[in-house]
């Protein structure tokens, strides 16, 4: 509230949230041997690294719940230890291969500590293995997806917000933690009708999508008490004074009514990727050239035309 009245300098507020939860984590470990190797491993490897990766720019809550997640498994695996009356440097493999089968696969994430260990002397010759990646997540089906759309675009009782974000995962398949961070200003509004700025190519927004974005513009406000009359930058505003929707708040209001990220944004990038060439999908939808081009190779003839002969009637085409 302060920093938005103007009366203290802005600041990352997930990273300020991040160190007081790293504080509070420390203090849970009764050993000070295993507190000071994981308060080094967080204070030269961790929070470096995070900093590079943001390169002046605000933290996601995607970034910080995973550096949350591999200190949690670190000191996990340190308490771990201690119960079986093993310090770290008695380690051997057979303790990490015991600690990797027993539990989920998200103990994979000690891998990195015990990197940063090793070079350091703390442990022995004791290897994590790379996790095998996840399998390419199947996308829902193109004739679900487009009655999921239809009901977005006409069904008033959804609130305008999740209608509206539910509408850019599945057709334009923007990923939720992009969707709470986008801000008015990449609404454009011209005499040829409604623009989004996804990435470097506007994106002309069809009918009636158009519309949902403008009544969602003139209309929306954060639900914040405070400096209520002054208008939100952000697109989806949060309850916090200056703060977008928070991340949880998306994803729990998208799933509630039926959109899971993963296999809907798979659908909307087999359609697009079905209809325009990888760079210009890429500069639409702000995607690397790379992914654009990986998700465009499956594609063939008969995909293109089962998607086309599904999509029409339902949502205009995006003009670019």
């Keep these: 509230m302060l920093v938005y009245a103007g009366v203290l300098p802005p600041r ?33 490897h961790c929070l470096p690294r995070l900093r590079r990766s943001l390169d002046s720019r605000p933290a996601s809550a995607s ?10 498994t670190v000191t996990e695996f340190l308490g771990w230890l201690r119960e079986r009356g093993r310090a770290l440097h008695d380690v051997d493999q057979s303790d990490v291969d015991e600690w990797l089968t027993t539990g989920p696969s998200t103990r994979y994430h000690l891998r990195a500590f015990v990197q940063w260990a090793a070079r350091r002397g703390h442990v022995g010759d004791v290897v ?9 997540t199947a996308p829902i089906d193109a004739d679900q997806r487009w009655d999921m759309a239809r009901n977005l ?31 008015v200003d990449q609404v454009i509004r011209g005499d040829d009708g409604v623009y989004l700025r996804l990435g470097p190519l506007p994106l002309h927004l069809p009918e009636p999508l158009d519309a949902l974005m403008v009544q969602l513009i003139e209309e929306h406000s954060g639900k914040a008490s405070i400096a209520r009359r002054e208008r939100s930058m952000w697109l989806f505003p949060g309850a916090q004074p200056g ?3 928070s991340y949880i708040q998306m994803v729990t ?25 990888p760079t210009i999908v890429s ?12 998700w465009s190779h499956g594609i063939g003839q008969g995909t293109y035309a089962s998607v086309i002969a599904r999509r029409d009637g339902i949502v205009g085409e995006a003009r670019d």
Excluded: C
């Excluded at 970034?63 to 949690?72: D, K, P, T, V, Y």
């Excluded at 994590?128 to 390419?136: A, F, G, I, L, T």
């Excluded at 675009?153 to 961070?181: C, D, S, W």
């Design 243 to 245: 703060r977008h929707i």
């Design 253 to 277: 209001q998208l799933h509630r009514i039926g959109i899971h990220s993963m296999p809907t944004r798979a659908a909307a990038l087999l359609d697009l990727s079905a209809q325009l060439p």
């Design 128 to 136: 994590v293995p790379v996790r095998k990646s996840r399998q390419h």
């Design 283 to 294: 500069r639409l939808l702000g995607l690397s050239v790379a992914t654009a081009e990986a």
């Design 63 to 72: 970034q910080i719940n995973g550096l949350r997640n591999r200190i949690s």
């Design 153 to 183: 675009l006409h069904n008033n009782e959804i609130r305008l917000p999740y209608r509206l974000a539910g509408l850019l995962v599945l057709l334009y398949a923007q990923p939720m933690a992009t969707l709470v961070e986008m801000t």
């Design 12 to 44: 990352d507020e997930r990273v300020a949230a991040l160190q007081r939860w790293i504080t509070a984590k420390l203090d849970t470990i009764s050993s000070k041997d295993d507190q000071l190797v994981l308060r080094s491993f967080i204070t030269w």
